[in-house]
């Protein structure tokens, strides 16, 4: 395998143990602040973040690389408020689509060819990742009173379980 796709893959798994430390990180920030619906949410996606890190990891194995473990650097875990979290989320999101999109392009221009189908898998979950920090970001942002984000975080699983 090329040097630098095994750089990258090897990023990308640690960037999604990254992801997941976040997510556990606003997760704990919503159950200190008794927001315990978006707390389960982001729990979800913190072991979403972990499988796919797994699967980077896997992919390597599979192609005869030891896989290599990096610091995971400390995540974001103070808010204001849980709009500027699901922006948090945003950005997360749209920075592991550009990752992901820079492995791909690598197993592309290097001519990687076992890489790519499994990359592929990446960059459509990528489309409803971002999909779902959209709907996310409208969601909060309506809730602008006590009672809609009370009520909003009753019932954020079934609203966002089509799209997460």
């Not at 159950?31 to 992919?59: I, V």
């Given at each position: 395998?090329?040097?630098?796709?095994?750089?990258?893959?090897?990023?990308?798994?640690?960037?999604?143990?990254?992801?997941?430390?976040?997510?556990?990180?606003?997760?704990?920030w919503c159950e200190a602040?008794?927001?315990?619906?978006?707390?389960?949410?982001?729990?979800?996606?913190?072991?979403?973040?972990r499988e796919h890190s797994?699967?980077?990891?896997?992919?390597?194995?599979?192609?005869?690389?030891?896989?290599?473990?990096?610091?995971?650097?400390?995540?974001?875990?103070?808010?204001?408020?849980?709009?500027?979290?699901?922006?948090?989320?945003?950005?997360?999101?749209?920075?592991?689509?550009?990752?992901?999109?820079?492995?791909?392009?690598?197993?592309?221009?290097?001519?990687?060819?076992?890489?790519?189908?499994?990359?592929?898998?990446?960059?459509?979950?990528?489309?409803?990742?971002?999909?779902?920090?959209?709907?996310?970001?409208?969601?909060?942002?309506?809730?602008?009173?006590?009672?809609?984000?009370?009520?909003?975080?009753?019932?954020?699983?079934?609203?966002?379980?089509?799209?997460?």
């Amino acid at each position: 395998m090329n040097e630098s796709l095994i750089t990258a893959l090897q990023e990308q798994a640690n960037y999604e143990l990254f992801a997941a430390h976040s997510y556990d990180a606003i997760a704990y920030w919503c159950e200190a602040n008794d927001y315990h619906g978006f707390a389960s949410f982001f729990f979800d996606q913190a072991e979403e973040e972990r499988e796919h890190s797994k699967k980077f990891f896997t992919h390597l194995m599979d192609r005869g690389i030891d896989p290599i473990l990096t610091e995971i650097g400390k995540p974001q875990a103070e808010f204001e408020s849980i709009p500027e979290l699901a922006l948090k989320a945003r950005t997360m999101e749209k920075s592991n689509t550009d990752q992901i999109i820079g492995c791909y392009q690598i197993a592309r221009d290097t001519s990687e060819i076992r890489s790519i189908p499994f990359l592929l898998e990446f960059v459509e979950e990528q489309v409803e990742e971002e999909s779902w920090t959209a709907k996310l970001i409208t969601l909060t942002d309506r809730a602008q009173c006590a009672g809609a984000l009370y009520t909003l975080d009753r019932h954020i699983m079934q609203e966002m379980s089509d799209e997460s």
